[in-house]
């Protein structure tokens, strides 16, 4: 059996290893300085003493900026270049997280007041909702221009494990990051260098996909060592005319989307709440909670690489199969987790839970990249970035109501929705 990791995929596309691992890396250093700052901000919110649902709110006004952004730049990248938007997404992710760490030290220390310190919080956290929507739709842009049809599910998968693997690292390094000095935004210091080594890397690395004064859109325009033989896919993109923007409620993509943004909304609720649900079900004090918090996401953050690197590589299921399946096991976790009273408990539901949204995601990101052109790849990469960003607009704040009501609940409704969605997926998920 075959090994079951990214550069087994680059196979199916024309980029060299080094070139994915580049776009890989793009992905992977924001997932996990997010998860890493996910896995604090519970405690920070309450050292500081500032109520949950401010906490969760904090993050709403990047999230729309994400939403209505993402598309824009998109667009932007078929005529700047891809890599163009990538180090410009990868720059507000290393502000953002520069200028929010500074504002937390603030806050803990008392030179700011609690109120002040969250509203800074969130118009910082607002350049990474601003830029940083950029790199995904750069990147899976990148990545879909050079790959063939076929392999294109395998290709997506692989880039979109880059969001599992983030979300592994930045919860096991945000405990070692927390220093004595700057204490518990240390990670965010410590990810916006990381995240500078990799904008280095790319910017010197990556080839640019930006010819003269044109940006090629297709396949030998993107990668120039394939100009000089033009496939029959390469030539169709190449000639096509230039298509008005994508929207989410076109007939080809508009099920894929929906699918997308119902999963996506319980994975956001449900792990908005978790921080919370552990320090409150554990008992444990805010300070020292980053460890159990962290362990319960690495677990689910390996959950989902397993389900991305081992199992869609070797089912090879067709995007609908991942779906449906993807909601029917996250259901089951997050009602295990609700259940559960201790940390091994909460561990194996989360794993659980995340296993399943480890099938969903790519398979709706790959469901609606199939069911568009090479030549549309650009513009359905925005709207996708775009659905996976609505989901923390809205839903982080409604967990976190839920939460104020009764803990159990933002589990349990989180799981009837996605319910809801194998039972209408079941009719409506088909690619045309």
């Given at each position: 059996m075959t090994t079951a990791t990214p550069i087994r995929h680059v196979a199916a596309t024309a980029l060299s290893t080094r070139h994915f691992l580049l776009l890989y890396a793009a992905m992977l250093v924001a997932a996990a300085g997010n998860t890493a700052l996910q896995s604090v901000m519970p405690a920070i919110g309450r050292e500081i003493g500032i109520a949950d649902f401010w906490v969760a709110l904090a993050y709403t006004w990047s999230a729309i900026l994400w939403v209505v952004l993402a598309p824009y730049w998109a667009e932007k990248s078929d005529r700047h270049g891809r890599k163009a938007l990538t180090l410009m997404g990868l720059s507000g992710f290393i502000m953002s997280m520069?200028?929010?760490?500074?504002?937390?030290?603030a806050g803990l220390r008392g030179g700011i007041a609690g109120a002040t310190t969250f509203i800074l919080f969130a118009i910082f956290r607002a350049i990474y909702g601003a830029l940083g929507c950029a790199t995904p739709s750069a990147t899976q842009a990148y990545l879909a221009s050079k790959t063939r049809r076929s392999g294109r599910v395998a290709a997506l998968s692989a880039l979109s494990s880059s969001f599992g693997l983030g979300t592994i690292i930045g919860p096991a390094l945000a405990p070692i990051f927390v220093l004595p000095f700057v204490g518990l935004p240390g990670p965010l210091f410590a990810f916006s260098a990381i995240g500078l080594l990799v904008f280095v890397a790319i910017l010197l690395w990556l080839p640019n996909d930006k010819l003269g004064r044109k940006v090629g859109r297709g396949a030998a325009m993107s990668y120039p060592s394939l100009a000089t033989t033009p496939t029959g896919a390469s030539v169709v993109v190449a000639t096509s005319p230039r298509h008005a923007r994508l929207k989410w409620n076109d007939p080809?993509?508009?099920?894929?989307?929906?699918?997308?943004?119902?999963?996506?909304?319980?994975?956001?609720?449900?792990?908005?709440?978790?921080?919370?649900f552990i320090i409150d079900r554990l008992h444990l004090s805010p300070h020292g909670s980053e460890g159990p918090i962290s362990i319960v996401m690495m677990a689910g953050a390996s959950a989902t690489l397993a389900a991305q690197w081992g199992l869609i590589p070797r089912l090879r299921a067709p995007p609908r199969v991942l779906i449906l399946w993807g909601a029917l096991i996250a259901a089951i976790g997050l009602s295990w987790t609700m259940l559960a009273d201790d940390l091994y408990g909460i561990t194996i539901g989360f794993a659980l839970a995340s296993t399943g949204f480890g099938l969903t995601r790519p398979g709706f990101t790959a469901g609606a990249s199939l069911a568009v052109p090479l030549a549309e790849q650009g513009g359905v990469a925005g709207v996708i970035t775009s659905a996976n960003g609505i989901s923390f607009v809205a839903a982080p704040a409604i967990g976190m109501a839920f939460y104020a009501l009764d803990p159990h609940l933002p589990f349990a409704a989180s799981a009837m929705l996605l319910v809801v969605l194998v039972l209408?997926?079941?009719?409506r998920l088909e690619i045309t």
């Open positions: 520069l200028l929010c760490g500074l504002v937390l030290i080809r993509i508009k099920p894929w989307i929906i699918a997308g943004v119902v999963a996506g909304h319980a994975q956001a609720a449900t792990l908005t709440c978790l921080g919370f209408a997926g079941r009719r």
